[in-house]
Structure formats: structure tokens, C-alpha cells
Antibody, heavy 124, light 111 residues
Framework: QLPVQESDSRLVKPSETLSLTCTVSGGPISSPSYYWGWIRQPPGRGLEWLGGVEDSGSPFYNPSLRSRLTMSIDTSRNQLSLKLNSVSAADTAFYFC????????????????WGRGTLVTVSS | DIVMTQSPESLAVSPGERATINCKSSQSVLWITDNRNYLAWYQQKPGQAPKLLISWASTRESGVPDRFSGSGSGTDFTLTISSLQPEDMAVYYCQQYYSTVTFGGGTKVEI
């Protein structure tokens, strides 16, 4: 079992809300040493950082998607969650959950542990 | 936002040869107070998640072969694979973490 596992692939209709979870095993999801984040990748294309959650539970978002995103951590389940509303075909992508090693104030850091990713397809 | 531009988009290298990938940031990612470059490199093989190779522009992660090296400072960075192996076929991405997070567009290395 991978230490970081996203929920299964899914099909979402345009204008609906995409919901994903990421389950972390082998250690607590909440730690002052690291945060957690989401990155997506449209098939055959590059990586786009979406945002993440600090150990305090405070989320931080990519400004370009902030109005549509909600991220949170459930420490009782050791899970990170993502909700993206009003989806369109442009949101079709592989969504990765990853551990972020923070390097200062704010949402700055690099990702040292990744899940395998899950494919989200937006289509009617 | 800091824009990261990688070049070339793809390159073909024979086994044993050197591969050089460039990454340029739209503004400096060198933090003056600690003199560190806030830049990482990742390797992504087909069907897999990205794997962290290098952080702080030149610090290799544990377990990463020493044929991989990172260099550069400020706005211009390079990932070098000194002697390409068949298993190095992948797409390589740079990422800045000086100001939130942005990735480069990727460079595909083919054998």
C-alpha cells in the first residue's frame, strides 16, 4: 500500500462539483514538519499547482483557482480533501496529492512524496 | 506569478551521453537572506507521479544517482544528466518555491 493514495478515478458532469480525498498512511497527516498539497496534470500536459493545507488546517490556494477551490484536512481519518466547483472540460486532468516541505512563510515549498494520481474526467 | 520556462521542449540523447535541460525564471528565485535558490527538479516517467530529484537548485535527494546534478543561480538553472541511462527516459520539470509554487512546462528526454 502506498503511503499516499488518492480516491478512485471519477467522471463529473460540467458545472458540478469535483470531490477528491487523499489518504495518508504510515504517519500522522498533521505535522509541523510538512504540509499537503494538490497538483493536477491534464493528459499529456504539464503540472499545475492547485493549493494545499498547512499543519494548522489553514488552506492556501493558487490565486487563479481560489474562487472555486476548497481544501481541508481530516486528522481523524488522516485524509486531505479537495473540492472544485463549477467544473468544465478544462478541469479534466490527473489529480495528485503530495507532501510539501515548507520553506518559509506562506505556501512555499517543494514536494517530496506523491500519490499515484487519479484521473478526473469532466463530461456530460 | 513567477513564470518558469524550460528548454528545450524535448531532446534525444544516446545512452552514455550527456543531457542538459535548462530552466529560466521570470524573476530571481535567490533568497538574499539565506543565499539559497528556491528551485527543485522532478522526474516523471510515463504513467507515474513526479519524483523529486533535486531541491535548493543543487541538493540531490537521497537515493538519486549522482549522474544527476543541478546548477545555476538567480534566474538561470540547469539539470544535467552526465551519462544518460535508458531508465532516465522521462519528462523533467523545474519548480520554483520562492513565491508560492509554479512549475516549468517540462522537457521530454528520449533515448
Amino acid at each position: 500500500q502506498l503511503p499516499v493514495q488518492e480516491s478512485d478515478s471519477r467522471l463529473v458532469k460540467p458545472s458540478e462539483t469535483l470531490s477528491l480525498t487523499c489518504t495518508v498512511s504510515g504517519g500522522p497527516i498533521s505535522s509541523p514538519s510538512y504540509y499537503w498539497g494538490w497538483i493536477r496534470q491534464p493528459p499529456g500536459r504539464g503540472l499545475e499547482w492547485l493549493g494545499g493545507v498547512e499543519d494548522s488546517g489553514s488552506p492556501f490556494y493558487n490565486p487563479s483557482l481560489r474562487s472555486r477551490l476548497t481544501m481541508s484536512i481530516d486528522t481523524s481519518r488522516n485524509q486531505l480533501s479537495l473540492k472544485l466547483n463549477s467544473v468544465s472540460a478544462a478541469d479534466t486532468a490527473f489529480y495528485f496529492c503530495a507532501r510539501l516541505l515548507p520553506t518559509g512563510s506562506g505556501a512555499r515549498g517543494y514536494f517530496d512524496l506523491w500519490g499515484r494520481g487519479t484521473l478526473v474526467t469532466v463530461s456530460s | 506569478d513567477i513564470v518558469m520556462t524550460q528548454s528545450p521542449e524535448s531532446l534525444a540523447v544516446s545512452p552514455g551521453e550527456r543531457a542538459t535541460i535548462n530552466c529560466k525564471s521570470s524573476q530571481s528565485v535567490l533568497w538574499i537572506t539565506d543565499n539559497r535558490n528556491y528551485l527543485a527538479w522532478y522526474q516523471q516517467k510515463p504513467g507515474q507521479a513526479p519524483k523529486l530529484l533535486i531541491s535548493w537548485a543543487s541538493t540531490r535527494e537521497s537515493g538519486v544517482p549522482d549522474r544527476f546534478s543541478g546548477s545555476g543561480s538567480g534566474t538561470d538553472f540547469t539539470l544535467t544528466i552526465s551519462s544518460l541511462q535508458p531508465e532516465d527516459m522521462a519528462v523533467y520539470y523545474c519548480q520554483q518555491y520562492y513565491s508560492t509554487v509554479t512549475f516549468g512546462g517540462g522537457t521530454k528526454v528520449e533515448i
